[in-house]
């Protein structure tokens, strides 16, 4: 039985979310399954989907799962940067994040567990372990992970408050991009037909409110590299943007019709977050991947 028993750190608008994306205690789809024995809030029995405050008192308790599938693996990371609290990786295309349906291990989740295990973290027999954020898996770039619990709730903060700045590069499927710099501003949901693509449109009773700031880099006769600057977080944001108001992104295969052209050109570039024991923020960068430079055909500096 695994307890946490502590003060609310800030208001959220689900308890669930809080739990699972916050905390990093309980994957959110695990939450109501019967390994969930308490969970109080001020010392009464709360449901899931119930708003929370800063400061309230929050008591779970549960039966840590049996998971085969995390197994810890030593698997070779590139590493950006690594300090007592965090790591910073360059995740490669194609690397899961964590296990989910048909694929148990070799995921981010693995390696981190071997590393935590090696440090003798508490975070070590968690189901996603150290991971704050996370990426796709054609996704290349930065992401951060914590090596204990305190560190994984300072840097959960920042992405739940938007105090965290990413920049990502994406190579679209069009020539031009008109106007070359905007905001892209909408709602996005998940769609009614196909429940694993999601939908942008403008009613606020429809999705969740997204927004995008896209740059035009370079282009060629083919394509545009473009710089985007996510303002929310929201699954498949970038591309259901880039799809829906400028262009679908080459090798998209959920939203783009055309992705057997090429593998997936989306890139985390930068990260800026601020690390424990620091008054501000720092910042990590992945250089552009060379599919980047043979898909618009340019000399790698």
Not at 38 to 57: A, E, M, N, R, Y
Request: net charge positive.
């Amino acid at each position: 039985m695994q307890q946490f028993n502590d003060i609310i750190t800030c208001s959220y608008p689900r308890l669930d979310r809080y739990i699972s994306e916050y905390l990093g205690l309980i994957p959110r789809s695990q939450l109501k399954t019967s390994r969930i024995k308490t969970i109080q809030v001020d010392g009464k029995p709360v449901k899931l989907g119930q708003k929370i405050l800063k400061g309230q008192h929050l008591l779970i308790e549960w039966e840590v799962a049996n998971a085969p599938h995390l197994i810890p693996q030593n698997i070779p990371l590139s590493i950006i940067y690594e300090d007592e609290y965090v790591w910073v990786i360059n995740k490669p295309q194609g690397m899961v994040v964590h296990p989910g349906s048909g694929r148990p291990d070799q995921t981010l989740a693995n390696a981190l567990a071997y590393r935590l295990k090696e440090n003798d973290s508490e975070l070590y027999d968690t189901e996603r372990p150290g991971i704050v954020h996370r990426l796709d898996m054609d996704t290349s770039g930065v992401i951060i992970c914590a090596k204990d619990a305190t560190t994984h709730k300072f840097l959960a903060e920042q992405f739940q408050n938007r105090t965290v700045k990413k920049r990502y590069l994406a190579i679209l499927d069009t020539p031009h991009i008109t106007p070359p710099r905007g905001l892209i501003k909408n709602y996005i949901d998940r769609s009614r037909r196909v429940r694993t693509h999601f939908v942008c449109g403008e009613d606020p009773s429809r999705g969740r409110l997204a927004a995008t700031g896209y740059r035009l880099l370079h282009n060629t006769e083919l394509y545009s590299l473009v710089l985007f600057k996510p303002y929310t977080g929201r699954t498949h944001q970038l591309r259901v943007h880039a799809k829906n108001l400028l262009a679908p992104i080459v090798g998209d295969p959920i939203y783009n019709t055309n992705h057997k052209q090429s593998t997936l050109m989306l890139h985390a570039w930068k990260l800026q977050i601020v690390l424990p024991g620091q008054s501000e923020p720092s910042i990590f960068m992945a250089p552009a991947p060379d599919r980047f430079y043979q898909c618009l055909n340019i000399k790698k500096t």
